[in-house]
């Protein structure tokens, strides 16, 4: 099984701050089989990049994916107040696992 | 739009079943898998299988294996999750959410909304 593995776990930074969260896999993901979530309290998870580097639809272009292999990385250039959330990393390339999650807090 | 609308709420008692409901609409129900996530309160996401709704065929984490049954009824475009021998660790909000069949677009888009089940004696 692929381990992910996330931190920081809580991240605390102002509005217009740059946010950077980081993924660990275990072993090579191969393909770059990477996606990254957002998920708010009481709402269901909501896809924000797939394939480690692609917006989904409607993801302003605030949120970046970049990495490969076993590292990879989400940014969030400006922090928004809609942004403070918890971020969930899944690897799709060998069955589906999911990171603990990094909560991204108001400082 | 695409929509998966999940059953209501459930409260159970430890040793009981507990099957969860996830109607789509606004896309080919056969085209698509669909998977079953939970999480615990406070806790991350936990994948527990997918099934596919074109032959119903299934996958289930090895965790849940021999506890969780994942069926489909195409004439309603309806997915199920029935999980029996319920104990007080169930007690989650499950999700359903699809995935394209192509290996490299398994992605969860979009997710149910969730639905709260309760274990407790």
């Known amino acids: 099984e692929i381990v992910l593995t996330q931190s920081p776990g809580t991240l605390s930074l102002s509005p217009g701050e740059r946010a950077t969260l980081s993924c660990r896999a275990s072993?090579?993901?191969?393909?770059?089989?990477l996606a990254w979530y957002q998920q708010k309290p009481g709402q269901a998870p909501r896809l924000l990049i797939f394939g480690a580097s692609s917006r989904a639809t409607g993801i302003p272009d605030r949120f970046t994916g970049s990495g490969s292999g076993t590292d990879f990385t989400l940014t969030i250039s400006r922090l928004e107040p809609e942004d403070f959330a918890v971020y969930y990393c899944q690897q799709y390339a060998s069955s589906y696992t999911f990171g603990p999650g990094t909560k991204v807090d108001i400082k | 739009q695409v929509q998966l609308v999940q059953s209501g709420a459930e409260v159970k008692k430890p040793g009981a079943s507990v099957k969860v409901s996830c109607k789509a609409s606004g896309y080919t129900f056969t085209s698509f898998y669909m998977h079953w996530v939970r999480q615990a309160p406070g806790q991350g996401l936990e994948w527990m299988g997918i099934?596919?709704?074109?032959?119903?065929?299934?996958s289930y984490a090895q965790k849940f294996q021999g506890r969780v049954t994942m069926t489909r009824d195409t004439s309603t475009s309806t997915v199920y999750m029935e999980l029996s021998s319920l104990r007080s660790e169930d007690t989650a909000v499950y999700y359903c959410?699809?995935?394209?069949?192509?290996?490299?677009?398994?992605?969860?888009?979009?997710w149910g909304q969730g639905t709260l089940v309760t274990v407790s004696s």
């Open positions: 959410a699809r995935s394209e069949i192509a290996a490299a677009r398994n992605w969860f888009d979009p």
């Open positions: 099934i596919n709704p074109s032959g119903g065929s299934t």
């Open positions: 072993q090579s993901i191969s393909s770059s089989y």
